[in-house]
Every structure is written in C-alpha cells, then in structure tokens.
C-alpha cells in the first residue's frame, strides 16, 4: 500500500518519467510495482514495431547520427547546382580537347595555303551556311580559352555543305575535332567543320559552294550532335559571325 501511494505521489508532482522520456534519453526504468513496469515494457515494444513515414520499422538513430545527417545535408550542394556544375566541366573538357590540336590545324593549314590564291573576301555576306540550325554556343573566351569557332545544333546526319569554293586540305579524324574537314578558300583563308559522322569529300578534292562535304555528328570530343564550325585566317581562329 505504502509503494502504490509513493508511485502515485511521484507521478502527480512530475518525479517520475512518463515512457516518452524514457524513450527519448535512455535513463534506467524506475523500478515500479510488476503491473507498472510490465505496462511500460508493452508500450515500448508497440512503438518499435510502429511503421516509419517511409513505410519500414521505427528504429531510434545512434546517438548524435541525427545531428550528422543534418550537417551533411547543409554541406551538400543542390541538385540544380551540382547539375550546372558537370555541364560546365564538360564544356571546359570540350574546349581543351579542340585546344589540343590548334597546333597541329595550323601546321596543316600553312603547308595546304601554297595551292591556292586569290582575295581575301571580308564582311557580311561572304559565307554561304554550312547548316541549318540554330547558333547554341558563339565564338570567343571561356573559363580562359578560346572556343575557336560556332556550334550550330543540327541532327545527326544532317548535311553539310562548303561555305565557298575550295580545295580540301584536311579530311580525316582530328583528335578532339572527331572527324574533321577544312577547305582552303585562298592562301591564307580556310573553313573547317567538325565532329562529322561521315565523310561526303576527301582530301585534294575541289568543292563549290553548297557542295556536300559531311554529315553531322558527334564524333571526338562532343557532348551532342551538333556542327562546330570554324573560319581561319592564317591558320588562326577568327569569328565566323563576320563572314556570314
């Protein structure tokens, strides 16, 4: 009589712990009377086998887990940045793929300039459209290099035609260009086109304006079907934008 009196007492002025807490903090199960402590032990249990909001078991956290779960949360960036970020690695990737055979273009581009001659033609108007398309990236700066021409998005297999008359002086796979074609227009004035799935021309050939040279494609370093297309003066990169 004097235990159940003492149990009520201490559950009335808030001594003893009620099995949330208990729950909650881990501290040692007050020793009640058989009847009390068999009650508690029961609730335990019909709250372990409750169902989480994710449909499996409740089961507690370690200690501290919470805590770190929440942090790592805060440190991870948003999906919509971590997105950007790989779209913005590939386009660097790209771009120091087609920087690693500027050299060798030029190199090509000089030896080719010998066979041919004749005016350097400059301004709007001067370039027929290799493709149809819209322009999805320009020429100029990025991230510290030169994107060195124009990308037109076409779908594969679209055909490409030259620019302006001239003589094939690269036909064949380039490194980060994929498979490539330039046209030497005059000693020192030459188009190319790049990541072409197909050949239509070879080199040495002569070509007319509108002339089928290639298919679009994706081939080298390439993140999707497109046209990259360049205009050279010298064997150094120019804008395009000026000749069209």
């Not at 949330?20 to 029961?42: F, G, H, I, Q």
């Not at 004749?118 to 030169?146: H, I, N, Y």
Request: with cysteine; hydrophobic share 35%; glycine share 12%.
């Amino acid at each position: 009589m004097a235990i159940v009196a003492i149990g009520v007492a201490g559950s009335a002025f808030g001594v003893l712990p009620n099995s949330d807490e208990s729950s909650a903090t881990d501290e040692p199960e007050p020793r009640l009377d058989a009847a009390v402590a068999a009650k508690a032990r029961l609730n335990r249990e019909k709250r372990r086998r409750e169902p989480s909001p994710r449909g499996g078991l409740a089961r507690r956290s370690p200690r501290g887990a919470s805590k770190r779960e929440d942090a790592a949360d805060e440190e991870r960036p948003p999906e919509r940045v971590l997105r950007e970020n790989a779209r913005l690695r590939s386009q660097l990737d790209h771009l120091k793929a087609l920087e690693a055979e500027q050299a060798r273009v030029s190199r090509a581009l000089s030896v080719a300039a010998a066979s041919y001659d004749g005016p350097l033609r400059l301004g709007r108007g001067g370039l027929a459209s290799p493709v149809g398309g819209p322009l999805v990236s320009p020429f100029g700066q990025r991230w510290g290099r030169l994107h060195a021409g124009i990308d037109i998005a076409a779908p594969a297999g679209t055909v490409i035609r030259a620019a302006a008359n001239g003589g094939v002086a690269i036909a064949g796979p380039t490194g980060g260009y994929g498979n490539y074609v330039c046209l030497q227009h005059t000693a020192r004035f030459t188009t190319c086109y790049a990541h072409l799935s197909r050949f239509l021309t070879e080199r040495g050939a002569l070509v007319r304006q509108g002339e089928p040279i290639g298919l679009v494609g994706c081939t080298g370093h390439c993140f999707g079907d497109h046209l990259h297309f360049e205009t050279r003066v010298g064997g150094r990169p120019v804008d395009p934008m000026a000749y069209f």
